[in-house]
């Protein structure tokens, strides 16, 4: 299932990003001669009309062959008005930009359905807003979600992750017989900062004293299945104090009731939010890679994405569609970054070209585009062998 999920998500922001390419180029009436999914070698193909659409073995992208994209030929000089070089640059521009702008606009629709399917908000610190929700009567339910799980912790080692959904949490102590009594149950309706204080207090011997263990029932939202684990505190050096950790944070969520237009208002902050959030990501990457010459541990190539979306389909449908969206705004500021092969160095060589009323050889641009796929296509190969170390 997971490999399915996998190929459905590959599949349609590449198809979505093409797809921004063709419907461009066609309201611009450049000829397309052909839509492809993946690299070669091709499996199979079929031509309709003009197009030739093809579908290739190696699923790391795809492409849109836009008729003149190369240059002018002697041989189509005669449909030169369908011809991408015909264009005026701002239409050159709108071609090569709609692959991101398709990727964009998928992921609000991605993070607009997750709001439709079920709105959640962290109301820890609850905002004027979420009281307004309370006093309307649109508030469905409150719980305790897990919102982080350290590496290498009680926790961690049981199995425990990141959007579990807290049903309760007991506190253990061990009898003279070396039997677990429960000490008692805490209360999750009360502020999260609360819940977290007296269950750090009771691993730590304070207040009511100490307790042995921490029994956490749990529900897993991708099955709806409930499940328990019982850990014991390990300790760790904070502040040259050492304390007693089960290795979790927890965060209050609440089920709301949105209007339609609620639902698609919040969709855009989200959206917005997140592209701002990849931005930066992007500009930090660059970052390391141009002052350290690494690449940071959080870039993932497909092995690491596979992996993420096992994690993602674990947690339920709603993390599946906002993870689609992260892929969606991660491809489209990648792909608007300003590098040979990429939309944004083709962008880039047609604003050159329109500034300096100079055309830059066909034989510079292939050369500059070859070597900027080389370059890229190796960066994969090195980041998706570490991927698969790391599952290892």
Not at 226 to 231: A, I, Q
Not at 292 to 299: L, R
Not at 339 to 367: C, H, M, N, Y
Request: aromatic share 10%.
């Amino acid at each position: 299932m997971t490999i399915i999920i996998f190929i459905i998500i590959l599949l349609v922001l590449v198809l979505i990003h093409e797809a921004g390419h063709f419907l461009a180029a066609k309201i611009s009436k450049v000829r397309v001669d052909e839509f492809a999914f993946g690299f070669p070698p091709r499996i199979f193909s079929v031509k309709k009309g003009e197009t030739k659409y093809s579908f290739n073995a190696l699923p790391i992208g795809g492409y849109v062959k836009i008729f003149g994209e190369d240059g002018l030929k002697e041989d189509n000089q005669k449909e030169y008005k369908r011809n991408f070089v015909s264009k005026h640059p701002l239409i050159k521009i709108f071609i090569l930009a709609a692959g991101v702008i398709m990727n964009l606009l998928l992921a609000f629709i991605l993070v607009t359905v997750s709001v439709f399917n079920g709105t959640t908000f962290q109301v820890d610190g609850a905002s004027a807003e979420y009281q307004k929700f309370i006093e309307e009567g649109r508030v469905r339910k409150e719980f305790l979600v897990i919102t982080g799980v350290a590496k290498d912790t009680p926790a961690f080692n049981a199995g425990i992750k990141t959007g579990y959904v807290i049903k309760d949490i007991f506190l253990n102590e061990e009898n003279l017989a070396g039997r677990v009594s429960t000490h008692k149950s805490l209360d999750l309706k009360r502020n999260t900062e609360e819940v977290v204080k007296d269950l750090q207090d009771s691993l730590n011997g304070e207040g009511r004293g100490m307790i042995d263990s921490v029994t956490i029932v749990y529900r897993i939202p991708a099955t709806g299945e409930v499940s328990s684990t019982t850990l014991a505190g390990v300790y760790k050096v904070d502040n040259e104090k050492a304390k007693k950790i089960i290795g979790v944070s927890f965060g209050k969520f609440a089920d709301i009731h949105l209007k339609f237009w609620e639902c698609i208002k919040i969709g855009a902050e989200k959206t917005i939010w997140m592209i701002e959030q990849t931005v930066l990501g992007f500009a930090d990457l660059l970052k390391n890679i141009v002052t350290k010459g690494e690449v940071s541990k959080d870039v993932a190539g497909p092995v690491g994405i596979f992996a993420l979306v096992k994690e993602a389909r674990e947690m339920g449908v709603n993390y599946i569609l906002i993870f689609s969206a992260v892929l969606s705004i991660s491809l489209a500021v990648f792909n608007i970054l300003p590098f040979p092969a990429l939309d944004g160095g083709r962008i880039l060589f047609v604003i050159i070209e329109s500034v300096t009323r100079r055309k830059i050889g066909e034989k510079w641009q292939t050369i500059l585009n070859g070597a900027g796929f080389v370059i890229l296509i190796l960066l994969m190969i090195a980041i998706s062998v570490r991927d698969v170390i790391n599952l290892f």
